[in-house]
Structure formats: structure tokens, C-alpha cells
């Protein structure tokens, strides 16, 4: 199976950002949800975050190199050992605080995306296999990620 087929339930309503400010996780975004989807929403609120999955409808290309494979400073890794948004498939994954629900709306902090990006699905924060919450808490990142964040 090579194609796959997917369907918005919904974009993001939110100012127009360039892309350092889209970084800015205090910001809020509107989730508007086609009405057909508004009942799935039901409940949504007894949730404090949800993790948002969209299209990156703005990227245009792909690639299998880290966006800093220029920088000398930098290891030379892949690119899904990032969260660059130049992978193959170009689908975005934001964990987000909600802020309100109405009808088909949710206002969320937190999502690094462009006003009009499709969301292809919401789901609920923290994660229950096997009926038991799973937050991870105990968690390892490479050097190099942590001299990025500071």
C-alpha cells in the first residue's frame, strides 16, 4: 500500500505568522471543526491538552537529510531523528493545551501551525494502553538537541 487517502475534519483559524513565530508555543489557535465532525468533540473539554494532527498543506519539499546537515556544528542525522517539517510525509503532530470548547470550536495554546492548515485528527493526552496512563516521564534526547532548545 503506497497511496493513502485522507480527509480534513477541520483547519486552524489563527493571525498569519512567519515561521519563527509559529514557534511561539504561548500563542493561541482556534480548531474550527466541519460541523459533520462537531459531535466527535463531545466531551473534549474534560481534557486539559489534546495532541493535533494536520497537513502541512505550506511545505513543498522533502527530504532525508536534517535541515542543519550544513551546519558543521551539527551532527549529521536524518531526518526522523528531528521534527523537521521536511520529511516525506508532510504531517505535523502539536501536544496542546485547550482553553475552550464551543459547538464545533476548540482554542488551544500551543499549536506550531499556519492559519488554514488542515487538521487531519485530534486525540486525547495522556495515552491508555492496556487501560493504564502512559506519560512519559523518564525520557532521553541527543546533546546536540539539548544545545538547540537552550
Known amino acids: 500500500m503506497d497511496k493513502i487517502e485522507l ?18 508555543h504561548n500563542l493561541m489557535a482556534e480548531l ?26 505550506q511545505m513543498t519539499k522533502s527530504s532525508l537529510n536534517a535541515p542543519f546537515s ?9 531526518v526522523f531523528a528531528t521534527r523537521a517539517p ?26 506550531d ?5 488542515p487538521i487531519l485528527d485530534i486525540k486525547p493526552y495522556p495515552n491508555w494502553p492496556g487501560s493504564k496512563l502512559q506519560v512519559v516521564s523518564k525520557f532521553r534526547v541527543p546533546d546536540w538537541l539539548s544545545k538547540i532548545v537552550e
Open 7 to 24: 480527509s480534513s475534519i477541520g483547519y486552524v483559524k489563527r493571525e498569519e505568522l512567519s515561521n519563527e513565530e509559529i514557534k511561539n
Open 32 to 57: 474550527v471543526i466541519k460541523p459533520e465532525y462537531a459531535d466527535g468533540l463531545k466531551g473534549i473539554d474534560e481534557f486539559s491538552h489534546v495532541y493535533v494532527i494536520f497537513w502541512m498543506h
Open 70 to 78: 550544513d551546519n558543521p556544528d551539527m551532527p549529521d542525522v536524518g
Open 86 to 111: 521536511v520529511n516525506p510525509n508532510h504531517i505535523g503532530l502539536s501536544l496542546v493545551e485547550i482553553l475552550d470548547y464551543k459547538q464545533n470550536r476548540l482554542t488551544v495554546k500551543g499549536l
Open 113 to 117: 501551525a499556519y492559519n488554514g492548515t
